[in-house]
């Protein structure tokens, strides 16, 4: 039994799943819903909330500050979990919105825990992704607080592409893209105008192009070396548990 679901192809670069695993992972798919863009999933203190595995479409996770400007913490792309928190903690501690029309498989906390109980590794490979993202978190605040504005987009392009990649929606030379200059910069600490210099830079220095719904990487190998970007931190060299 093979498993090409995003969420399956992720999991594979940690944990060898089994059929019976397989089938579980299945089972957690069968309540698809579709979400328009624009409008929250899940609200920042919203409690009881199912979680949800995002099947297609990108969606952006943020929270308000009281002056009302918006900080991105991160991008979920297909595969990924979304209010996966909110279910183990029990409130969300951020909101979930949509960039473009979505489907989304919705995971109710009690299928989440029996699934949990049912397959060990299952449960340890959805820690193993969860980990991942914290590692990603992790890389997120060190772009923010310390490298320049260069490096730091340079840096959040090759993530997602080695995201995207991991689920068969990208490859080293690029991929497909819905974001704004105005997403980037709610999640890169820039303005949008910051933003839109810094992508001509990188364009014009022959680097990696951002234009029409498309990220093209020019000369990845030097993007990379200006980024100082190690993919270790993303775990993607296959499978550790057999």
Request: with cysteine; glycine share 8%; proline share 3%.
């Amino acid at each position: 039994m093979t498993d090409q679901s995003p969420l399956g192809r992720k999991l594979s670069a940690f944990v060898a799943l089994s059929d019976a695993e397989l089938a579980v992972l299945a089972g957690l798919h069968q309540r698809r819903r579709v979400f328009v863009a624009g409008r929250d999933l899940v609200h920042q203190g919203q409690s009881k909330q199912a979680a949800y595995i995002l099947a297609s479409g990108w969606v952006c996770s943020y929270k308000i500050q009281p002056d009302g400007s918006r900080q991105i913490v991160d991008f979920q792309i297909p595969g990924d979990f979304l209010g996966l928190r909110s279910v183990l903690l029990r409130t969300s501690d951020h909101s979930f919105e949509p960039i473009v029309d979505i489907e989304a498989a919705e995971v109710l906390a009690s299928d989440l825990l029996k699934a949990f109980a049912d397959t060990p590794r299952l449960a340890t490979a959805i820690f193993w992704a969860a980990s991942r993202d914290e590692a990603m978190v992790v890389e997120h605040l060190v772009g923010v607080g310390r490298r320049d504005s260069d490096a730091r987009m340079a840096h959040f392009l090759l993530e997602l592409g080695s995201r995207l990649a991991l689920v068969g929606i990208g490859s080293k030379d690029g991929y497909d893209c819905p974001l704004t200059q105005y997403h980037l910069a709610d999640a890169l600490g820039l303005s949008a105008v910051h933003v839109n210099r810094v992508l001509r830079q990188l364009r014009e220095r022959g680097l990696v192009t951002f234009r029409d719904g498309h990220v093209s990487f020019d000369d990845r190998d030097r993007l990379a070396e200006l980024a100082e970007f190690d993919s270790t931190y993303l775990d993607h060299e296959g499978p550790l548990l057999k």
